[in-house]
């Protein structure tokens, strides 16, 4: 079976999103900011992998483009607890940045193809 570069970064990245949250929560004492953080971030790997069970394109697109708009807002809440002092793991920032041009492209080159057929 091929491997899902995006379902696999996307999975990793919300491990490490729930690393956060228990530091944020149980070292930083941070507790709203911090589920913010855990909803959008882990949400981004959930509406991937229901994108690979799409029933159609239009389905696929749709999930696809639920996960971009949710690592969106993800990284506002990492610029937003880096800026505050919250945390400082750049290459956590650099992940979400990663998976926003991935997801942006999938449902960029996807819509693409839907309107060439």
Do not use: P
């Amino acid at each position: 079976m091929k491997e899902n570069v995006v379902k696999n970064k996307s999975f990793d990245f919300a491990v490490e999103t729930v690393k956060i949250y228990k530091h944020l929560i149980y070292k930083k004492k941070e507790y709203v900011l911090s589920k913010q953080l855990l909803r959008s971030g882990t949400s981004i790997g959930a509406n991937v992998e229901e994108a690979t069970a799409a029933q159609s394109r239009r389905d696929f697109i749709s999930k696809m483009s639920i996960a971009s708009k949710e690592c969106r807002e993800t990284l506002y809440w990492i610029k937003l607890l880096t800026k505050t002092n919250y945390i400082k793991n750049r290459k956590y920032k650099n992940k979400c940045e990663e998976l926003v041009r991935i997801l942006t492209s999938i449902v960029k080159t996807t819509s693409e193809r839907k309107n060439e057929n």
